[in-house]
């Protein structure tokens, strides 16, 4: 048995070696990567079809929209304008129904939730076309991310760890979830790496050009997501670090011209994210700014969002408006570099983390506040398992073993994705969504596939012949783990896709059971009522009801027919829906529609959740899973 493990270890060794050959033909390299890419996009764009739009792109393609037509910032400035303007696109070119009337203004105005539901209301059906043509004009981005990946690992570590490193972008089920849509999250995470891939260029070979392109893909990084503003302060602190190790052959005029350089690629960048923005209300003095969360303002006064021309309705509830604290100092009078409504966004996104207005949950505690361990512990259990080990055995080596590449290298790969997660891990005032720290997961890839080729490479450097016992070991067992780990990531992926958005690992025991650990976008973000329809229409259900689809679009908008049951939400298992309503009488193969999200929101001791109370179950009811996100419960079924 020995022998015969022995002799497969050794064959798929040579087969290996002998693909890992083929793959460092430049020709061969280049066209796996643009066969990945092709693969990706029709998974992306089959995913994009089959979905309904998440609770929050109703409110991004309305922004999009508006930024086209008005040529103002105001809706959804919490996110800047790139990726919704790209989306917006096609849906300008096919035509739309308009509906404007739930704009409002004001400090601390959300207008773009009411704006996408009315959205949605006017073009019904058709909606569903709209916000698929929308995803399918971002998935490029996605073509950025797995380009980079591949130049960025192939520059460390040789073309077949870049060709490994963009399969892993191409079928990671995180990635296949937010590419899929028009939300930025992913979309940032490919420019935030094409900017520091750049940067890390320029690093190696300071030049003008490299410096003006590094500036180019900086701007269009931050009019993606303002979570990498983080990068300004950050790279020059990289630069000096790399640098202090030349720092004896570095003469004064070489470090006042990478210092221009820099300077340049600042200002290159400043000036496209103000582009993007039309220059609206650049360089506007700090003073003379309205913020809502206390980091920027100081002191909470009440004040409600105005419409305009309107009364305040139920969706302008009154919101924090803080004081300036920079108002009437000497910071005040300091015009700030960026547009009126990047400064807005950051400042809302910051109150929405000193007070979110909504409970965190983790492992079925619900909590107001997060936890400082919320993302790692969502990592734990939404990557694939094989690809979880091979990036904790890629950071062991990367402590314990000598790598072939530069340290420093590796440095400028590792940091900027570790400050990331640090900074967004702090905001612990929200625990909600694992999609705010992806820009730091394809770093991870490609350190992977550096680690996947330093094992492969190591009996090419050295015979195994030639290796001690320990070492012969090693290199009979490399390839084998390596192939088993990658074949273990990909099956996984694949096994749950389309519905990568509710992936979750088996340590958990997958997608079902999901809900006990984390909800929101991570599992349930309405993305399935696609699956709800069609499975009415397969079953012909001429009508279900539903207890509060929590984190959803209104079904009816889009001509699903659902009706909302009126009375209390405690379920009991009868005859009628609900016992304590027995009035309200339905047959008992009528279909009762509830999301994992409602479902578990009702097993909290107490809450405050509107309409939806306590919804608890006395015992289990016959159901159906649809997709992972929803259940068909049938109340008479099997009496």
């Given at each position: 048995?020995?022998g015969?493990?022995s002799s497969y270890?050794?064959?798929l060794?040579r087969?290996v070696?002998a693909?890992f050959a083929?793959?460092?033909?430049p020709?061969v390299s ?17 995913s994009?079809?089959?979905h309904?739009?998440t ?9 999009g929209l508006?930024y086209?037509?008005?040529?103002r910032f105001d809706?959804?400035n919490?996110n800047?304008?790139?990726?919704k ?6 849906v ?21 939730f009411?704006m ?5 209301a006017a ?6 076309f709209?916000?698929?043509i929308a995803?399918w ?13 591949y130049?960025?690992?192939?520059d460390?570590?040789g073309?077949?760890?870049g060709?490994i ?6 079928f990671e089920p995180?990635i296949l979830a937010?590419a899929s849509?028009m939300?930025?999250d992913?979309h940032a995470t490919?420019l935030?790496?094409?900017?520091c891939y750049?940067f ?5 070979h ?7 392109v590094t500036?180019?893909?900086l701007?269009l990084a ?6 990498l503003i983080l990068f ?11 640098r202090?190790?030349d720092?004896r052959r ?11 350089m820099?300077?340049t690629r600042?200002?290159?960048?400043l000036y ?5 923005y ?5 360089l506007?003095?700090l003073?003379?700014y ?6 920027f303002a100081?002191?909470?006064s009440r004040k409600?969002?105005?419409?305009v021309?309107a009364p305040?309705?139920s ?8 004081r300036n604290r920079f108002?009437?100092?000497?910071l005040?009078?300091i015009p700030?570099?960026?547009?009126r409504?990047?400064?807005?966004g950051i400042?809302l996104?910051?109150?929405d ?7 965190s949950?983790l ?6 506040g997060?936890w400082w361990?919320?993302?790692?512990y969502a ?5 694939p398992?094989g ?11 990367l402590c314990?073993?000598r790598?072939?590449?530069?340290w420093?290298?590796?440095f400028?790969l590792v ?9 967004v ?6 625990s909600?969504h694992m999609?705010y720290?992806?820009p ?6 490609i350190l992977i596939?550096?680690f996947s080729m330093?094992l ?13 016992g320990?070492?012969r070991m090693?290199?009979?067992l490399a390839?084998?783990?390596?192939v088993?780990?990658?074949?273990w990531?990909?099956s996984?992926?694949a096994w749950i ?6 992936y ?5 025991g ?6 006990a650990?984390?909800l ?6 309405g993305q399935d009522l696609r699956?709800?329809d069609w499975w009415?229409?397969?079953e ?9 689809l929590?984190?959803m679009l209104d079904?009816?908008a889009l001509?699903i027919?659902?009706s909302r049951y009126?009375g209390?939400?405690?379920?009991r ?8 309503d ?7 193969k009528?279909p009762i529609?509830?999301?994992?999200n409602?479902?578990q929101a009702?097993?909290?001791e107490?809450?405050?959740?509107g309409e939806?109370?306590?919804t608890?179950m006395e015992r289990?009811?016959?159901s159906?899973a649809?997709?992972y ?6 109340c008479?079924a099997?009496?």
């Amino acid at each position: 048995m020995a022998g015969w493990l022995s002799s497969y270890a050794d064959r798929l060794n040579r087969s290996v070696a002998a693909l890992f050959a083929l793959l460092d033909r430049p020709r061969v390299s280049r066209r796996s990567v643009l066969a990945l890419l092709a693969i990706q996009s029709a998974l992306l764009a089959y995913s994009a079809f089959v979905h309904s739009p998440t609770l929050n792109e109703p409110g991004h393609l309305v922004a999009g929209l508006s930024y086209w037509k008005f040529g103002r910032f105001d809706v959804y400035n919490v996110n800047p304008p790139l990726v919704k303007m790209m989306a917006a696109l096609p849906v300008m070119a096919v035509g739309y129904e308009e509906d404007w009337s739930g704009f409002y203004t004001g400090p601390g105005a959300r207008p773009e939730f009411k704006m996408g539901k009315d959205f949605v209301a006017a073009n019904g059906e058709r909606s569903f076309f709209l916000f698929t043509i929308a995803r399918w004009a971002c998935i490029p981005f996605s073509w950025i991310g797995g380009i980079v990946c591949y130049l960025w690992a192939r520059d460390l570590y040789g073309r077949p760890a870049g060709v490994i490193a963009c399969a892993i972008w191409s079928f990671e089920p995180n990635i296949l979830a937010h590419a899929s849509l028009m939300t930025p999250d992913a979309h940032a995470t490919a420019l935030g790496l094409a900017a520091c891939y750049t940067f890390w260029r320029w690093l190696k070979h300071p030049t003008w050009t490299q410096a003006i392109v590094t500036g180019v893909i900086l701007g269009l990084a931050e009019l993606a997501k303002t979570t990498l503003i983080l990068f300004y302060p950050l790279w020059p602190l990289l630069w000096l670090f790399y640098r202090w190790f030349d720092r004896r052959r570095m003469q004064l005029s070489d470090w006042l011209c990478e210092a221009g350089m820099l300077a340049t690629r600042m200002i290159i960048g400043l000036y496209v994210v103000n582009l993007g923005y039309g220059f609206e209300d650049s360089l506007r003095p700090l003073g003379d700014y309205e913020f809502a969360s206390k980091l920027f303002a100081g002191e909470e006064s009440r004040k409600p969002a105005t419409s305009v021309g309107a009364p305040i309705t139920s969706h302008q509830l009154p919101v924090a408006v803080l004081r300036n604290r920079f108002a009437g100092k000497w910071l005040g009078t300091i015009p700030v570099p960026f547009p009126r409504n990047y400064l807005v966004g950051i400042d809302l996104q910051q109150r929405d983390f000193e007070d979110y207005g909504r409970l965190s949950y983790l492992r079925g505690e619900w909590r107001d506040g997060g936890w400082w361990y919320y993302y790692l512990y969502a990592i734990a259990i939404k990557a694939p398992l094989g690809l979880l080990a091979l990036g904790i055995m890629a950071a062991l080596a990367l402590c314990f073993r000598r790598s072939p590449v530069e340290w420093r290298d590796t440095f400028i790969l590792v940091l900027p994705p570790l400050v990331v997660f640090i900074v967004v891990s702090s905001k612990t005032g929200i625990s909600e969504h694992m999609r705010y720290v992806l820009p730091c997961f394809p770093f991870a890839y490609i350190l992977i596939a550096g680690f996947s080729m330093n094992l492969i490479d190591r009996e090419a450097r050295e015979p195994i012949s030639r290796q001690s016992g320990e070492g012969r070991m090693v290199s009979k067992l490399a390839t084998p783990l390596l192939v088993t780990l990658l074949f273990w990531f990909a099956s996984s992926s694949a096994w749950i896709y389309p519905h990568s958005l509710s992936y979750f690992n088996e340590s958990i025991g997958g997608p079902l059971n999901g809900s006990a650990h984390l909800l929101g976008s991570n599992l349930d973000w309405g993305q399935d009522l696609r699956y709800l329809d069609w499975w009415m229409r397969s079953e012909d259900v001429g009508e279900a009801f539903f207890i509060d689809l929590v984190g959803m679009l209104d079904p009816n908008a889009l001509g699903i027919p659902l009706s909302r049951y009126s009375g209390q939400s405690h379920w009991r298992y009868s005859d009628t829906i609900l016992e304590s309503d027995p009035a309200h009488y339905v047959d008992r193969k009528t279909p009762i529609v509830s999301t994992r999200n409602t479902l578990q929101a009702g097993r909290r001791e107490t809450c405050d959740c509107g309409e939806l109370g306590e919804t608890r179950m006395e015992r289990p009811l016959p159901s159906i899973a649809i997709a992972y996100s929803m259940h068909i419960y049938f109340c008479g079924a099997g009496m």
